[in-house]
Every structure is written in C-alpha cells, then in structure tokens.
C-alpha cells in the first residue's frame, strides 16, 4: 500500500514556475512507477507526466513537453514535478499517482492504481 500527498501547489503569473512534490508512504517506493495527472475544472482528467521505477525514463504529454520535468528520488520516496513557462491552460487540480510496475523501465499513461489528494495550481494571464 502506498499514500500520496501533494504540496507545492499555488498561484503564478503565465511564464513562470512552479515546482511539485508527492510524497509517498508504505509499500516499497521503488517497485512503483509513477506519474501526474490533472484536472481542471468541468475537464476532463488528463495526463501529464509519467516516471519509470528508477526514474531511467519519462514521458510526457504533448501539452506539457519541453516545459515540464518529472523526477524521483527513491531515497526520499519522492516524485516531483517541475513545472516551467506556465500557461493559464494549465491551471488545475494536479494529482501525484503510482503503480506496481515489473519493468524496470515502463512508462504509463493510464492504469494507475494510486492517487493522491491532488494540488492546486493556478496560473494567471
């Protein structure tokens, strides 16, 4: 079992940043691959970013490429969002989610058995 908080959240100003962090509890942190979704709203939930186990490999969604950068840091059950040249579009509820994952090296861009609470980020024009 796994819990997920997210904090970092707030108000910012288009084209600037904002950084996220998920910290996780239980479970062995590094069997899980992990990801971020959001939601603004009346949308629908979509997904952001996606970190493999050990943190080898990412992806993106085309909205947030080449602006935003998940990492993690095992040691610190840790997976981060860093969020740079923000958009009003990407105002949302922004949620830190994980699954088991065999692969050393899989991404996912659904099936995410964890969610956390989720944070909100507001970016203003």
């Known amino acids: 079992q796994v819990q997920l908080v997210e904090s970092g959240g707030g108000l910012v100003q288009a084209g600037g940043s904002l950084r996220l962090s998920c910290a996780a509890s239980?479970?062995?942190?590094?069997?899980?691959?992990m990801g971020w979704f959001r939601q603004a709203p009346g949308k629908e939930r979509e997904f952001v970013a996606a970190?493999?186990?050990?943190?080898?490999?990412?992806y993106y969604a085309d909205s947030v490429k080449g602006r935003f950068t998940v990492s993690r840091d095992n040691a610190k059950n840790s997976v981060y969002l860093e969020m740079n040249i923000l958009k009003p579009e990407d105002t949302a509820v922004y949620y830190c989610?994980?699954?088991?994952?065999?692969?050393?090296?899989?991404?996912?861009?659904?099936?995410?058995?964890?969610w956390g609470q989720g944070t909100q980020v507001t970016v203003s024009s």
């Open positions: 970190i493999s186990r050990s943190g080898g490999r990412t």
């Open positions: 989610v994980g699954r088991r994952s065999i692969g050393e090296n899989d991404v996912y861009q659904f099936n995410y058995d964890y």
């Open positions: 239980r479970g062995i942190f590094s069997n899980y691959a």
